[in-house]
Structures are given as C-alpha cells and as structure tokens.
C-alpha cells in the first residue's frame, strides 16, 4: 500500500492510550494497534510521551490524529470531565506536538468515532443528521449531517431529570448502581428523548463498549428515532482522528 493512503490515530481515553496506522481508503487499521496504560497521573506532559513512544513505535514520522475525551477546541483543550483537570485550557495541540516532533490534530473522541461510523461504519452514506452518543465512563456526542461535523455537542452533559444526563445513562451508571438492562434501557429512554426533542436526529448510532451487547438493552429504549449500534467499536476513535488530520 503506498503510503498516502495511509494516516495515523491515537485515541487517548481514561485507562488506556491506543494507536495505530490507517488505511484511510478502506476505514480500516493497516496495522495491529498499540496500547499503553494511560499513565497516573494523566498530566499532560505523560501522556504526551506515551503518544511519543507509540508513534516512534510504528516508526511513524508524519502527521497524526489524536482524541480526547473532552471539549477541545482549536487544538486546546477546554473541560476534563473525567481527565486529569491540568488539562482544562491546555495548548494539547502544542503539547503534542513538540513532544513528539510531529505535526497534530487534536478532536474529541466522540466526535472523532461519529466521522469514522459516518465515514465507513453504522451511518455510511447517510446523509441526513446523524448523532453518535458514546455510553462509557461518560457519555459523548457527534452531530454530523451530509458528513460535516459540528464539533463538541456535548449532549453527554445536559440536564435531564435534574442530573447531568451521563452521571445517570452512562455505561459506568449502569455497573455503579448495578441496573438491569431493563432500569437501564429506562434511563436510556429519559436521555434520548430529551436529546431528539433538540436536535431531531434522522439515526442515532450507539458506540462505546456497551454497544457489543446492543441486543439486551436496545429492546427496553423507546424512543421515535432509528437506534443502531456502531460498526468500528474500539477502533472508531483511531480511525477517525486519522481521516481528521489527513483532512486538515
Ligand atoms: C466529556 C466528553 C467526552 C465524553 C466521552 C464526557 O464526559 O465531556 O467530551 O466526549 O465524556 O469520553
């Protein structure tokens, strides 16, 4: 494969920093990835060096892309929601950068995963309005139409029934408070019904590791819109942080 139709992901998350080569052509990883545990404390400074050590393992020297799960907006990142707070109003972009030696794109890492399920997963070809709700420690959200993003939605973090939804529907809601799907699928009901009555999805694609057991909860989430599973599941994130920055 020749190189250019190659580009590089690195999805950082709260316990592991995971990267890989892309064939941007196929949607796929060229390569088996890579993963570190995310380093504690999450400082900027050590997980710039953990990108480090990932990139030089695959001997990668050009442009690459990089999550991040909280807001990030122009190359900085803005919230923590459930990172280590010396992040809030980080130049992450900068950081990456001169700790690695190699030029960087910084997204979202729902945001990230939602260009990627659009691109060559559950959404392909789409091109009405398609909103990617990651359920994991937190939950994240994309909002895509005719392909295009609108970054940083952060539809994880409105109110609904008084709470801050993802501290209710999230996944590790679900295992904290050891909900049935049933009870979960309720909560998950209460959620989406506030988030389609603002944005008016056309298809809501379902990421995070919940996902794979899509089946036994799916049945108990009333609500109007179509409900899918995404496609590219722990590889979404890499993938579409590579298609980012090779877009940038
Ligand atoms: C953050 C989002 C992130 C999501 C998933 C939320 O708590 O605010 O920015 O996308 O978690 O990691």
């Given at each position: 494969m020749s190189r250019k139709h190659l580009g590089f992901g690195i999805d950082i998350g709260g316990s592991g920093i995971k990267g890989a080569p892309v064939d941007l052509h196929k949607g796929k990883l060229a390569d088996e990835r890579m993963r570190i545990d995310t380093p504690k404390p999450s400082t900027p400074e050590a997980v710039a060096k953990v990108v480090g050590e990932i990139l030089d393992h695959f001997d990668w020297s050009g442009e690459f892309g990089c999550t991040f799960p909280a807001v990030v907006q122009h190359g900085r990142t803005r919230t923590a929601a459930n990172v280590?707070?010396?992040?809030?109003?980080?130049d992450a972009r900068g950081i990456l950068e001169s700790a690695t030696g190699r030029t960087a794109l910084v997204v979202n890492d729902a945001d990230a995963a939602g260009v990627a399920e659009v691109e060559f997963g559950?959404?392909?070809?789409?091109k009405g309005v398609v909103l990617l709700a990651t359920l994991g420690t937190g939950i994240g959200s994309a909002l895509i139409t005719h392909g295009r993003l609108v970054p940083n939605?952060?539809?994880?973090?409105i109110e609904v029934d008084g709470h801050d939804a993802e501290s209710r529907a999230a996944d590790s809601a679900r295992e904290r408070e050891e909900l049935s799907w049933e009870d979960w699928g309720g909560r998950l009901t209460r959620y989406f019904r506030a988030v389609e009555n603002l944005v008016w999805p056309d298809l809501i694609v379902v990421g995070g590791g919940v996902s794979k057991k899509f089946d036994r909860w799916s049945p108990f989430v009333d609500i109007r819109t179509e409900i899918v599973p995404a496609h590219?599941?722990?590889e979404a994130g890499i993938i579409g942080a590579a298609l980012l920055a090779h877009d940038d």
């Open positions: 280590d707070p010396s992040w809030i109003g980080a559950a959404a392909a070809g789409n939605t952060e539809l994880g973090h590219l599941l722990n």
